[in-house]
């Protein structure tokens, strides 16, 4: 990701043979950092839109140098790093309505919720038909249903769960009562190994959610650059490069949210939270050729300030992998792989760095240097399609029929990303 300046060529170095090729030097080095990686799509299941998470990190180096005569070196430059960004948001729903939230390739089931209030005498009332195929393949043209019909009273509250195997996975009815207020809500559930759909109504001020976005960026970076200082004198010391830088970034992108309907009612028993994520994966490696141009000079008191250019442009190619997971609390849970993609592109690569070197020792040289990276094309990803299933609702009804429908799709592309922090190298040459 930041292969830093190369410290070599801006450090004296004690005399050597001009004919020999030796190896002269290594220099470890620690940075720290924050990265503006590319804004994500966020899915519809947890809200749509677009967002960006500022990730922080740390990177370690290490430098080498053969010189291959009395002006020419042959640098490599080795580093590890690793960046993370997170978001956590709480809410609780405003206001009651009809829902519907899909991921995946829809299973095929009916979910039809009604909360219409008894009136004779007044009631809070709920019901929720949840049909989806049997667990018993021999039960062909059969369906499994479930119905939950509770009514309670005026002023007490009452809770309900119910959870059936079917064929390719489970579903579930979730429902409380409010009886003071003639309020109901609730939700039917259907899941199998290629999606989820769940239907339902929420109480106002009932529901709270939990949504977690996390972006991390791990990889490594390798330079290999073929040098020669040039004195131009009065201190000064140019160093042209030319050689490849080889990259491999690897970003996770997680989005999860976890729904729990009445958790802030007086509930006479707990009702399960529904838990859901998304995690993709990009794996991208870089190959370029580089070139650059460093300056140093002498600014006093043994301090030696120098400053660095690179530039490529080169060749990128890489993977898109994404699982999906549903989780009823204490009832199952069901992963989804999703279909993979592959993706290339012909970026363009910029580094600057700038910093300032003192001797410790006639081998030991401590550098402090500032760094900003630049890639022209790094992947992300995009919501391209959306598709709801067929639903009617109503103020107090809502039904939905789901048979195999796409909920989403997404797609990668790629958009500009840099970074920029602070390093420390420690120069020793042997």
């Known amino acids: 990701m930041v292969c830093l300046a190369p410290w070599f060529a801006a450090t004296a170095a004690p005399a050597q043979d001009s004919a020999a090729i030796q190896f002269v030097g290594l220099s470890p080095s620690l940075s720290f950092g924050i990265l503006h990686a590319p804004a994500f799509d966020l899915t519809p299941t947890v809200g749509g839109g677009s967002t960006r998470l500022s990730q922080d990190g740390v990177e370690f180096g290490l430098d080498a140098e053969i010189r291959l005569g009395e002006s020419t070196f042959l640098e490599w430059n080795g580093s590890l790093f690793s960046y993370s960004g997170s978001r956590n948001i709480s809410s609780t729903t405003p206001t009651s309505g009809a829902f519907t939230i899909t991921s995946g390739t829809l299973p095929t089931g009916t979910i039809t919720v009604d909360v219409t209030p008894a009136t004779a005498p007044a009631q809070a009332y709920i019901q929720i038909i949840t049909t989806a195929p049997p667990l018993n393949p021999a039960d062909v ?18 809770s309900h769960k119910d959870f059936s195997l079917t064929a390719g996975g489970f579903m579930a009815d979730v429902l409380v009562l409010l009886g003071d207020k003639l309020t109901a809500a609730g939700y039917g559930l259907i899941s199998d190994q290629g999606g989820f759909i769940i239907t339902g109504f929420g109480g106002p001020g ?13 990889g490594s970076d390798q330079m290999l650059m073929l040098g020669h200082t040039v004195q131009l004198g009065q201190g000064w010391l140019l160093t042209p490069q030319i050689g490849v830088d080889a990259q491999h970034i690897s970003r996770s992108i997680f989005q999860g949210a976890t729904y729990n309907l009445g958790s802030n009612l007086p509930v006479t028993e707990i009702l399960p939270a529904v838990s859901f994520s998304q ?20 600014i006093g008191q043994g301090w030696t300030l120098s400053n660095s250019l690179d530039v490529g442009r080169g060749w990128m190619s890489g993977s898109y992998h994404s699982q999906s997971d ?13 279909a993979s993609q592959h993706y290339s592109a012909q970026p363009w690569i910029g580094r600057v760095t700038i910093g ?10 401590v550098t402090f240097g500032l760094f900003c990276s630049y890639l022209s094309a790094v992947p ?19 039904s939905t029929t789901a048979a195999n429908q796409v909920a989403y799709t997404r797609g990668v592309i790629t958009r500009p990303q840099y970074s920029v922090g602070l390093s420390v190298n420690l120069v020793y040459r042997f």
């Open 141 to 158: 043209g059969e369906t499994k249903t479930t119905n939950s019909s509770p009514e309670t009273p005026a002023g007490n509250y009452i």
């Open 206 to 218: 009932w529901t709270t959610v939990n949504t977690v976005l996390r972006d991390t960026t791990d």
């Open 326 to 338: 549903i989780s009823v609390v204490g009832f199952g849970d069901q992963s989804v792989v999703g």
């Open 380 to 398: 992300t990803v995009v919501t391209t399609s959306v598709s709801a299933p067929p639903s009617a609702s109503s103020s107090t009804t809502t």
């Open 279 to 298: 995690t993709e994966q990009l794996r991208s490696d870089y190959l370029a050729l580089m070139g650059g141009l460093g300056f140093s000079r002498p």
């Open 356 to 365: 300032a070197s003192r001797s410790l020792t006639p081998n030991t040289t």
